[in-house]
């Protein structure tokens, strides 16, 4: 993958994470088809690690390439169906604050993002912490296109156990076929949204 060779030259990789849930029913009847949820990680290096620096540009002028790789392999787990929700977010180790992760998802990750997955007007939900190796994080998903839409409020859950260690950054999407399964509490309809 070419935006995978352009995350390689800016940051130094240690892992790549991933991973996939495929539900048919939460306690109701079995849907036609499956809500498909995939979650992408990148462990990179922490260039800031154990030490206060203003200027984080070094982690935001190169984060397109992590946003285009991470959605390009996000919609790649989801075997050719339509990416309805996104978002992004990531662990800083114990070495590095909260504000390195942020400084990778701002805008030039999200658009690059959006790109990756095929478009998306909405305002890309996220989640940032320091944190040690092996915490989870949980990557909130909204509707791509219209934050109000409900029937989309969800989230996936990304753990590496090995990672963020103290000097690391682990910067991570996700991605979903659909809303909830058996969403049924009202609000703005996807329906409405193209209407």
């Not at 946003?67 to 309805?84: M, S, Y």
């Not at 940032?128 to 791509?144: E, R, V, W």
């Not at 690391?168 to 009202?186: K, P, Q, S």
Request: net charge negative; hydrophobic share 45%; charged share 20%.
């Amino acid at each position: 993958m070419n935006a995978d060779k352009a995350v390689y030259e800016a940051y130094r990789v240690r892992r790549w994470v991933s991973s996939v849930a495929e539900i048919l029913h939460e306690n109701g009847p079995v849907t036609a088809q499956p809500l498909v949820k995939a979650v992408v990680g990148v462990v990179i290096e922490n260039p800031f690690a154990g030490r206060y620096e203003a200027d984080l540009t070094p982690l935001t002028a190169p984060s397109a390439a992590l946003g285009t790789a991470l959605g390009e392999r996000a919609v790649a787990l989801l075997g050719g169906r339509e990416v309805q929700s996104y978002g992004k977010g990531g662990i800083a180790g114990l070495n590095g604050e909260q504000e390195h992760v942020v400084a990778c998802v701002t805008t030039i990750f999200g658009n690059a993002l959006r790109d990756a997955v095929g478009g998306g007007s909405a305002w890309i939900s996220s989640a940032t912490k320091t944190a040690a190796a092996g915490t989870s994080i949980d990557i909130p998903l909204a509707y791509k296109d219209e934050l109000y839409v409900r029937s989309h409020y969800d989230a996936a859950t990304l753990t590496a156990p090995d990672a963020p260690r103290p000097g690391e950054l682990l910067i991570c999407v996700a991605v979903a076929t659909g809303g909830r399964v058996h969403e049924r509490v009202g609000g703005l309809t996807v329906a409405e949204t193209r209407a």
